[in-house]
């Protein structure tokens, strides 16, 4: 079996996803109930929210990818950074490709596709997705004196996080998405 099933009854092949099984509400229930950092924050953070923290950080033109960038994770889930760091680092030396980075970049294309995004991300997003981790490194984890090499001359924003009940992250991520979707579409109908 390659499927699962989504909230909303869908049939997404993990093997051979196409646009049409990709679906907005879904995307927003899946991201609203995960919690990032595979729950090791103080309190419930969503994926959900940490998109709408990393779209609130770019420029109009690149909140819709920054929005979805984390959308993978509605169907393949997520692996902490530093086990898929380590896997990427062992495939490579055998010269392998990872089964979960192909999985995940099929249904980015998926997604891409769905959105009518460029499936590289922006510079912008990439850079707003540290300045998001670094100020939930501050909000939302326990205090530790270990740096994180990859937050080495990045800085968090001023603003403090607040978490999202999964239902306000849902709502919220939803109607962001939609708001977007229609902007961004009509931008490039102009």
């Not at 902490?80 to 980015?108: C, H, N, T």
């Not at 499936?119 to 707003?128: E, F, G, R, T």
Request: charged share 25%; proline share 6%; glycine share 4%.
């Amino acid at each position: 079996m390659s499927w699962i099933i989504t909230r909303g009854g869908r049939k997404v092949d993990l093997i051979a996803p196409t646009a049409a099984m990709i679906d907005p509400i879904d995307i927003a229930h899946s991201l609203s109930m995960q919690c990032r950092f595979n729950g090791h924050t103080r309190s419930f953070y969503s994926v959900a929210q940490h998109c709408c923290l990393v779209a609130d950080l770019v420029p109009p033109e690149d909140q819709l990818a920054a929005l979805l960038h984390d959308a993978t994770e509605a169907y393949v889930g997520d692996m902490v950074r530093p086990l898929k760091e380590g896997m990427r680092e062992f495939y490579a030396a055998y010269q392998l490709a990872s089964l979960f980075d192909e999985v995940e970049q099929r249904i980015w294309l998926a997604i891409c596709d769905r959105f009518d995004l460029d499936p590289a991300l922006p510079d912008s997003v990439k850079h707003a997705d540290l300045v998001a981790l670094a100020t939930e490194k501050r909000d939302l984890m326990p205090e530790h004196a270990e740096p994180w090499p990859c937050l080495d001359g990045i800085e968090a924003i001023s603003q403090f996080i607040d978490p999202w009940q999964p239902r306000t992250a849902a709502i919220h991520y939803h109607h962001r998405l939609l708001q977007l979707m229609a902007t961004t579409h009509r931008a490039r109908m102009a």
